[in-house]
C-alpha cells in the first residue's frame, strides 16, 4: 500500500509536469502559422479522437450518456475548454508564457466569488486570505507590483482575467455531472462538444500546407498526447490512492516546469518581484487546501478536484491551462 502511494505521488507530479510543458507546444505551434483559436481547435479535436477511440476499444460503457444532460457537455466544452484554452493561448502570445499561468491561477478567486454569489458559500477568513495573497502574488507577478512601469497591455490583462474566469467555471459546472459519469466521460464529451464549436470557425483548412512539415505533427501529438491525454490520465490514476488535498499541493509543480520552459527554452526574463509574486501564489494555493481542504484551479492545466477529476489550467475541479 506504501508503495502504491509513492507511486501515486509521483503520478500526479508527473502528471502536472505534463500539464506545465503545455506553453512550449503551443509557442512552437505559433510559429509554424497556426492562431490561438486554431491551436486549441488542434488540441480538442484530436484529443477527443483519441479518448473516442480509448474508451471504444476499453470501455464502451462510458460512452453512454442522457441527452437531457449534453447541454451540459456543451457549456463545459464551450465556456470550461474552449474559452478557457483560447484566452490562456491568447495572453501566451501577447506577453510570455509565464504571465499566462499566473493568471491562470486567479482561478480560485473567480470561483470563491462565483460560488458566495451563486451558492451563498460563506467568505471565510481564511478564503478572503488566499484571496488577497493570489491577487498581490499576481500583481507581483505581472509586474503590476511595485507601482512603475507597467509592460502589459489593458487587453492582456482582460484576455489573462477571462482566462482565469473561464478555467474557474469547469467545477462548477460540472458539478451537475460529476456524480453520474466517470471522469473520462465527461471529459470525452466536453472535448467533442468544444472541438465542434471550434472547428466551423477556426479556419484551420488555411493552414493544410503546415500539416505537410513533420515538426507540426511532433508538437500537436505533444500537446494531445502528452499535455492533455497523459497528464489527465496520470493526475486521475494517482488520485486513487492520495488525497485531492495533497494532490493539489503536488500539481502545482505545473507553475513551476511553465516557468522553467518560459526562462530556459524561450528566454524570457523573471525579475525578483516576479518571483515573489510566484512565492505569494504558492503560498496562496497552500493555505487554500490546508484551511479548505479544496482548491479550484483548471489547467486544461485546465482537468483537476475533490471529485477526482483533474483541471488544467488547464479542466479540473480542486486540484489547470
Known amino acids: 500500500m506504501r508503495m502504491n502511494h509513492v507511486i501515486a505521488y509521483i503520478m500526479v507530479t508527473l502528471g502536472a509536469v505534463f500539464w506545465g510543458l503545455t506553453g512550449l507546444f503551443v509557442q512552437n505551434l505559433y510559429a509554424t502559422g497556426f492562431t490561438p483559436w486554431q491551436v486549441v481547435t488542434l488540441r480538442l479535436t484530436f484529443s477527443s479522437l483519441i479518448l473516442l477511440a480509448m474508451l471504444a476499444l476499453l470501455a464502451r460503457s462510458y460512452l453512454k450518456i442522457r441527452l437531457k444532460d449534453i447541454p451540459y457537455f456543451i457549456a463545459l466544452g464551450v465556456f470550461s475548454i474552449s474559452l478557457f484554452n483560447w484566452f490562456y493561448f491568447q495572453v501566451i502570445d501577447l506577453a510570455t508564457l509565464a504571465v499566462a499561468v499566473v493568471f491562470v491561477y486567479t482561478s480560485p478567486v473567480f ?27 499576481s500583481a507581483f507577478a505581472i509586474e503590476f507590483l511595485p507601482l512603475g512601469e507597467f509592460a502589459l ?18 467545477s462548477l459546472l460540472g458539478k451537475n455531472v460529476s456524480r453520474w459519469y ?60 492520495i488525497e485531492s ?18 526562462v530556459v527554452v524561450f528566454n524570457e526574463t523573471l525579475t525578483g518581484y516576479q518571483l515573489l509574486g510566484f512565492v505569494l501564489l504558492f503560498a496562496s494555493l497552500f493555505l487554500t487546501v490546508f484551511k479548505f481542504k479544496k482548491v479550484k484551479k483548471f489547467k486544461f492545466r485546465s482537468m483537476r478536484q475533490d471529485q477526482k477529476w483533474p483541471t488544467d489550467p488547464q479542466m479540473t475541479e480542486e486540484p489547470s491551462s
Open 111 to 137: 470561483a470563491a466569488i462565483i460560488a458566495k454569489t451563486l451558492f451563498n458559500e460563506p467568505l471565510t477568513k481564511p478564503k478572503l486570505a488566499a484571496i488577497m495573497l493570489t491577487i498581490l502574488g
Open 153 to 170: 497591455t489593458i487587453q492582456t490583462i482582460l484576455f489573462g482575467l477571462l482566462a482565469g474566469f473561464f478555467c474557474s467555471t469547469y
Open 182 to 241: 466517470h471522469p473520462f466521460t465527461i471529459t470525452f464529451y466536453a472535448m467533442a462538444s468544444g472541438a465542434v464549436f471550434l472547428i466551423p470557425t477556426s479556419g484551420i483548412w488555411n493552414n493544410a500546407n503546415a500539416f505537410t512539415d513533420g515538426s507540426v505533427w511532433l508538437n500537436i501529438l505533444g500537446i494531445v498526447a502528452i499535455s492533455t491525454i497523459a497528464a489527465y490520465l496520470l493526475y486521475t490514476m494517482g488520485l486513487s490512492y
Open 245 to 262: 488535498s495533497k494532490a493539489a499541493i503536488l500539481s502545482s509543480v505545473e507553475i513551476i516546469i511553465a516557468v522553467m520552459v518560459s
